[in-house]
Nanobody, 115 residues
Framework: QVQLVESGGGLVQAGGSLRLSCAAS????????MAWYRQAPGSQRDMVAV???????NYDESVKGRFTISRDNAKSTVYLQMNSLKSEDTAVYYC?????????WGRGTQVTVSS
């Protein structure tokens, strides 16, 4: 079973930045389209950003122009650079394959943005 380990979250003021990392225990990052998802309290888990095998990206409208997804196939790691953070970005962030999350969800990493 592939393990997904998210890290890099924390408490940040509105307008600040964070860089999240998702390390996979096996080389799935270069095999599948990967995505970052987030889940706020009381809400469903939604896609935030997607990156395919040739580096093509797609973003939810709410984060376009502020978030950037990237991947390092050699390290089997996906990143999410988050700039100009807003209070509504507060959530637990997860990574998994896209469009169908085929791996067991990791613990996620908590991002809290204070206004």
């Amino acid at each position: 079973q592939v393990q997904l380990v998210e890290s890099g979250g924390g408490l940040v003021q509105a307008g600040g930045s964070l860089r999240l990392s998702c390390a996979a225990s096996e080389s799935i990052v270069n095999l599948y389209t990967m995505a970052w998802y987030r889940q706020a309290p009381g809400s469903q888990r939604d896609m935030v950003a997607v990156i395919n095998g040739i580096g093509g990206t797609n973003y939810d409208e709410s984060v376009k122009g502020r978030f950037t997804i990237s991947r390092d196939n050699a390290k089997s790691t996906v990143y999410l650079q988050m700039n100009s953070l807003k209070s509504e970005d507060t959530a637990v962030y997860y990574c998994n394959t896209w469009p169908s999350p085929r791996e067991r969800w990791g613990r996620g990493t908590q991002v809290t943005v204070s206004s």
